[in-house]
């Protein structure tokens, strides 16, 4: 049976709060196969607590409103659970006042005020779509997200299919992964992934509450497949971590060059030196430079 509403809670937005960032976030997929997104919602099948469920954000000027229906037997009501995710996912937890205090005055970059960075529902989407993602552009990466959920095959009874959690991708073979379209070397990762954060030995939620960064990075570049731009990339989408370097990133280095008005392309070093300059806020300077490109009308930001 659906849960209606089983678990609802209201948070408080800040005055400057960018709604339509979010919302542009998860309506990536043109088939909504996911995620259902119109002018003030947003609808996300998610796992939660190994049951589908479907996350519903109504946005209003000053607060939004979410709702968690859990398909199946009642489970425990976990208000608090919820609004931490919320909050993660809206970027509230992001300290972005300090950032815009330090860089309004910039002679190049004039911070966006209220920009935050929309995070992933959980760590291990935000883990595994930038394994997705690698070297690939985002239109490619959507449609690949798409087949690997549909392989996952949890739906909630809302019509909504569900990003699945690690329990549920560790169920799929690697034949099946690479039947969604991974290479081998993406489905090995992913398989890899799924088994290590299903035994806790990657212990992704725990991570949120302390974010011992070195540690994260030093587990995950054990795992083959994953590589420095994955790390900070998993770092940023799922946990909210604003200083990873993503000078990997062809949008970032194409924004970049934009920026500075060169002429010829941005290398890797590069921007890996401009960036350095902004710590602790490398990260967020990448989300500042993406939508530098997207509001010039450049979609093809690598996973971004």
Known sequence: MQGEADQVCLIELPRNFRTSDI??????????????????????????????????????SRHVEAELAIDGAAVQHDAAALAAMVRRMLGLTQRIDDFERSYRMHPQLGPRPGLRVPLSSTPFEALTWAVVGQQISVIAAVALRRRLIQAAGLVHSSGLACYPDARRLACLSEAELRQAGLSRTKAQTLSVLSRLVQEERLPLETWTETLPVDEIRAQLL?????????????????????DGSLHGDAAVRRGLQTLLGETEIVTEEYAQRWLAGFSPWRALIAAHLWAMRSSDGDSGVPSG
């Open 222 to 242: 054990r795992v083959r497949g994953v590589g420095p731009w994955t790390v900070n990339y998993a770092l940023l989408r799922g946990f909210g971590w604003l």
């Open 23 to 60: 919302l542009a976030f998860h309506g990536r997929d043109p088939l909504s196969l996911a995620e259902r997104v119109s002018a003030d919602t947003l609808q996300k099948g998610l796992a939660w607590q190994g049951r589908a469920a479907c996350l519903t954000l109504r946005f209003h």
